[in-house]
């Protein structure tokens, strides 16, 4: 994930950050600087940390009365010449901004949505992206609802860890204040706020675990919930709970803002609330629609793309596909046909860019460089074209777009009770979904979108609405967060869409199986110290339950290792060497203690003297491997805070590595396969579901038992990230998960039982000798 | 399974089925042991299926079968569900079956809820969306034309033999009456030549049907037969001489062969000569081809009526053109 650049950077959490980023040049904020390209940051800062003194007498907002405040009022008190909420004198870049600002679409009905705000509790705020939405509506707030005058602050809630930095970074820099002080942000393992913060840009589940442990949200005036329609998870787990808030709170402003028009649902969902609508910046886009279903949607776009270069006037393609392995081969082929097309039929020199969540950052800021020139003058234009997943939607615009190409899939979670697996699978997209792709078109002037499938198709096959996260998902974590939450009735919270109720049965057994929850459904002990930690529940519980196996240095690294992404990097065109890198740390109990080897090699003073250069001679992602480091300290401080004791047994004991996966036992008992009698595949324990090892792993097919990490749905079901564990454990380390009268006759259960019976014996001889 | 009677097994619930008892039982199906190489069989076979490799493919679907099993199999009603303690802490927060959510005036959860996970669809090739459907209606398009053809073709059997007899018997009537006009108009063109002519009757070479007259002079009528006639003559001669030339060139002159060589081998004389106009376009001839073979049988016979005084169902020629004693025009009057 890009979102994971800053804490690799960053291993202190509360570091000011004004100026290593510069905002420009984010994709997140790329449409706000249109007009100031000339403009620079950095500077300009100059006279603002003199003359303030917290009193806010003096300032421009002097005379305002709260939630009774005019837009002129606001106005007047934007020109300066002092900050208004600091006093310190304006610089020259502020105004700079301040002509911009006001140019965006929401800035004309800021006096409607000033009524609106003062008259009701909770709005719904529709703006199209590129309305300034995010930007504005947040300082609209400030300026009407003075979270200062009462020691109150506003929290913007974000959807993503990139976008909440990125738009407090802007926020910051268009009230001419410093980040972290007026403006700062939050999100998981990085606080960058002060005492004198009155906007918070942070992610939807930071504010959520601030709930936590404040059920009322008290240190807040006003929450907005930003990119509501995104239906993550965190935030609708946050509008149930608000609308509980809501009733304990009078005095809360809530504003929920959704860039789409299925509006309406919001406003039902929150007692008929009242609605406000800003249009975007936008042009109409025509359809087209494929006559038949295509064979092949990749090659159906491919072939797209390379007409629309070969037959439109100037303007750049933005093509849709699913994941990293496609849009790199679609890019190589696209690179490849053109090359062939500008040779034999003279066409305009083209650009390809791909886009996708885990390409580092620097080659995200590329899709913004312009399109390339005519190769010769006069020749034809030359145009780009962004090979992107669905990030490419809504999270972030990108100027020049004229055309679409939509072969209508990406790749979205997906969560089955009745198998246990959440994996990632390619899906047809919403009508919803396809409607914003065809939106991106018409940004900058009228444009076009090809949709790879008919319109007969489009009509009756695709869903209305993307399923929200909270169907897709084990709820586990989520019930854990509500338990703590101080919600008791999970069957009848007030959820926007409630899940299965298989959904949450599973959940709950999980979190009884884990000791999280007692037969009752209270929360443990053990449940409430895991709900400290920013972790799924079995993470938490094999970190809390470390000590006892002598290893919680080790399974702190190893449980920061499996909370980044891919620690190992595999490019298509060195898959054998990078296999040969990774069997250097390979263990034969599996990848869980390979990992830890790479982890320990990396924090070796060999790999510290230049860590760039040792990742990228042993294929490994310094990026995850830093943030797996910043992560680390992280969960260090909450183990510290809970007193749970760091230890490791002695590396020349025997016992060095059988003590860390036992301790793996003690989190992932539930996920658990044997090997089947008749050859390569695995059943998985209880849910009795064939797989087999990931490729990626370095352990071989002669492990009788394994504990897995993730199970993937692909065409084949594959178990990823494997270690191998003993059977004796598993009844001895998880005795109510593996009670065998709760087993299905069958292999598994067979061979429990002759372990058992074999235990017994030993136990026996034991007591006789 | 041991290999059941089915006729013992029959029988045993017929003796239970005593209608003065009025007592409904369960029919008790007796065991027929398996005799001891029946079992011996049986164990091999099992132990053979169980030991043997699967291979990928078989691998595949069971994974699939077994996968989709249990995806289709609710929760709440495995029957362990009873014993879940995460239904049991869910009771207790009164959930009674239907869906979660916010508390209804019934104290139910939402009305339209959802009761059921998203499914989970595995996406296996690179089809545009709406190919499988496409794909499937198109099966089922192809299947439903071919069993309605089928089921038609029955209902019309009996229907469409009778009417393919009746076109031939039809055409054998035409070709029948084409040959009679033919006759009869060469009976009469003969008739001209020996009234007109010296006198000599010249029947014997006519009999020799060396027709060199164009086809296009002959009446349209009969027309065709002779056209046919001279056609399967042509290709028979093609044929003939292919056949020469296997062993000889058509062309080939050998100066040493006499006379009479050449006469007897058929390369002196033709005996027959073609018309000329047969590899000529006739629309004349192919607009009445067309027609149906009723309505050429008509022409025929009215043609043969008129200018012959000839009836053909009558098969004779009557001496004057009131056709007198003929019973009409058509073959039922003749019945």
Redesign the interface.
């Known amino acids: 994930m890009a979102d994971r650049r800053s804490e690799a950077d960053l291993p202190q959490a509360k570091r000011p950050r004004v100026g290593d980023m510069d905002p420009a040049s984010n994709p997140y904020l790329a449409h706000m600087y249109e007009d100031e390209a000339a403009n620079s940051y950095g500077g300009g800062y100059g006279g603002q940390n003199g003359g303030r003194n917290g009193t806010s007498s003096r300032t421009g907002l002097s005379d305002f009365k709260r939630h009774a405040t005019t837009s002129a009022q606001a106005h007047k008190a934007e020109d300066g010449p002092n900050n208004p909420f600091n006093n310190s004198p304006l610089s020259n870049q502020y105004f700079n901004i301040l002509k911009t600002r006001r140019d965006l679409p929401v800035h004309k009905q800021r006096q409607e949505f000033l009524d609106m705000f003062q008259k009701t509790q909770i709005l719904v705020f529709v703006g199209e992206t590129g309305s300034g939405k995010t930007t504005q509506i947040p300082q609209f707030v400030l300026f009407d609802d003075l979270p200062h005058f009462n020691g109150k602050l506003v929290a913007c809630t974000q959807p993503r860890r990139v976008a909440a930095m990125s738009v407090a970074q802007r926020v910051a820099n268009e009230m001419d204040v410093k980040l972290g002080e007026e403006v700062g942000y939050s999100i998981r393992f990085e606080d960058v706020t002060g005492p004198k913060t009155i906007l918070k840009y942070m992610t939807d589940g930071m504010l959520l675990r601030e709930a936590m442990h404040d059920h009322n949200l008290t240190r807040y005036s006003c929450i907005i919930l930003d990119e509501a329609h995104e239906r993550t998870l965190a935030t609708d787990i946050l509008m149930g709970l608000l609308k509980e808030v809501a009733l304990r709170r009078p005095d809360l402003k809530i504003v929920i803002m959704s860039a789409t028009l299925d509006a309406q649902k919001f406003q039902r969902y929150f007692n008929d609330a009242p609605l406000l609508a800003v249009p975007g910046r936008t042009h109409p886009v025509e359809i087209f629609y494929t006559p038949e279903p295509e064979r092949d949607y990749v090659e159906a776009a491919l072939r797209t793309v390379l007409q629309i270069h070969a037959t439109e006037p100037e303007g750049d393609i933005l093509l849709f596909l699913t994941g990293e392995e496609e849009i790199e081969d679609a890019c190589r082929k696209i690179t490849l046909e053109a090359d062939e097309m500008i040779r034999e039929a003279d066409a305009g020199p083209l650009k390809v860019y791909p886009l996708y969540g885990t390409l580092p950052p620097h080659q995200q800021q590329k899709i913004f460089d312009p399109a390339p020139p005519p190769a010769r003058k006069g020749g034809r234009p030359g145009r780009k074209v962004i090979v992107g997943t669905n990030i490419a939607e809504t999270s972030l615009t990108i100027d020049g777009i004229v055309y679409v190409v939509d072969p209508g899939f990406s790749k979205q979670k997906v969560y089955n009770p009745r198998i246990r697996v959440e994996s990632l699978l390619v899906s047809p997209i919403s009508k919803a979904s396809a409607q914003q792709r065809a939106g991106r078109a018409g940004r900058t002037r009228p444009g076009k979108c090809f949709r790879l499938y008919t319109e007969a198709a489009f009509k009756k096959e695709l869903i209305e609405q993307t399923y929200p996260e909270i169907l897709r998902s084990n709820l586990a974590n989520t019930v854990l967060e509500l338990k703590k939450l101080g919600i008791d009735d999970l069957v009848h919270f007030d959820l926007m869409d409630p899940p299965a109720p298989e959904t949450l049965m599973r959940a709950l057994e999980e979190l009884n199986y884990l000791a999280c929850l007692d037969d009752d459904g209270d929360l443990t002990a053990l449940g409430k110290l895991a709900s400290e930690f920013p972790l799924d529940p079995a993470l938490a519980v094999m970190l809390i339950s470390s000590p006892e196996f002598y290893c919680s240095n080790e399974i702190l690294s190893l449980t920061a290792l499996l909370s980044v992404p891919q620690i190992f990097v595999r490019p298509a065109s060195a898959k054998k060497r990078a296999d040969e890198m990774k069997a250097l740390f390979a263990h034969p109990d599996g990848d869980h203690l390979t990992m830890l080897n790479v982890y320990h090699a990396f924090k070796g003073p060999a790999a510290q003297s230049d860590p760039k250069k040792w990742c990228h001679e042993h294929f490994l992602s310094l990026r995850a491997l830093q943030s797996a480091d910043n992560v680390r300290q992280q969960l260090k401080r909450i183990m510290e805070k809970s007193e749970l004791d760091l230890m490791s047994t002695d590396f020349q004991d025997k016992n060095y590595y059988t003590n860390i996966r036992r301790a793996l036992v003690a989190g992932f008992f539930m996920q658990v396969a044997k090997k089947d009698p008749s050859g390569k595949t695995y059943k998985t324990v209880k849910d009795d579901q064939s797989v087999l090892l990931h490729p990626s792993t370095v352990l071989g097919v002669d492990s009788e038992w394994v504990v897995y990490n993730e199970f993937v749905l692909t065409t084949k079901n594959y178990v990823r990230t494997v270690s191998s564990v003993k059977p004796e454990w598993l009844l001895d380390i998880a005795p109510t998960y593996y009670d065998l009268s709760t087993f299905k006759s069958g292999e598994v259960k067979t061979a429990l039982q002759r372990t058992l019976d074999k235990v017994k014996r030993k136990q026996a001889t034991k007591r006789t000798k | 399974m041991p290999a059941q009677d089915p006729v013992a097994a029959d029988e045993e619930i017929r003796e239970e089925e005593d209608y003065m008892s009025m007592i409904v039982a369960e029919p008790t199906i007796p065991k027929v042991k398996e005799t001891y190489t029946q079992r011996l069989r049986r164990k091999a076979l099992e132990s053979e299926a169980?030991g043997r490799?699967?291979s990928k493919a078989e691998?595949?679907l069971?994974?699939a079968a077994?996968?989709e099993d249990?995806?289709a199999?609710?929760?709440?009603e495995d029957e362990?569900a009873s014993?879940?303690?995460?239904?049991?802490?869910?009771a207790?927060?009164?959930?009674k079956?239907?869906?979660?959510?916010?508390?209804g005036e019934d104290g139910q959860?939402?009305m339209d809820?959802?009761?059921?996970?998203?499914?989970?669809?595995?996406?296996?090739?690179?089809?545009?969306?709406?190919?499988d459907?496409?794909k499937k209606r198109k099966i089922r398009e192809e299947f439903e034309s071919e069993s309605k053809r089928v089921k038609a073709e029955e209902g019309d059997y009996r229907d469409r033999v009778r009417r393919e007899r009746e076109l031939a018997k039809l055409e054998g009537q035409v070709a029948a009456a084409q040959r009679v006009a033919e006759r009869l108009d060469g009976e009469r063109e003969e008739e001209a030549a020996g009234i007109t002519g010296d006198g000599v009757p010249n029947g014997s070479i006519s009999s020799k049907k060396i027709n060199t007259q164009p086809l296009k002079s002959i009446n349209v009528l009969w027309r065709g037969l002779i056209r046919g006639r001279e056609e399967k003559e042509r290709d028979r001669r093609m044929r003939y001489d292919l056949h020469q030339s296997l062993s000889r060139l058509p062309t080939y002159d050998d100066p040493d062969e006499d006379k009479d060589y050449r006469q007897a081998l058929g390369k002196e004389h033709t005996q027959h000569v073609l018309v000329e106009d047969l590899e000529e376009e006739d629309p004349e001839l192919d607009a009445f081809n067309e027609l149906e073979p009723a309505e050429r049988l008509e022409q025929l016979i009215s043609h043969l009526r008129r200018d012959f005084n000839y009836c053909f169902w009558c098969k004779f020629s009557y001496p004057d053109s009131e056709l007198e004693g003929c019973p009409g025009l058509t073959e039922e009057d003749h019945d």
């Not at chain 2, 014993?83 to 869910?90: A, H, N, P, R, V």
Request: glycine share 18%.
């Open positions: 169980r490799t699967k691998r595949a069971e994974e077994a996968r249990a995806l199999k609710s929760l709440l362990n014993k879940s303690k995460g239904l049991k802490m869910m207790k927060m009164g959930f079956g239907g869906a979660l959510g916010k508390k959860g939402l809820g959802r009761l059921e996970p998203v499914g989970v669809v595995i996406k296996e090739d690179r089809g545009g969306i709406g190919l459907n496409e």
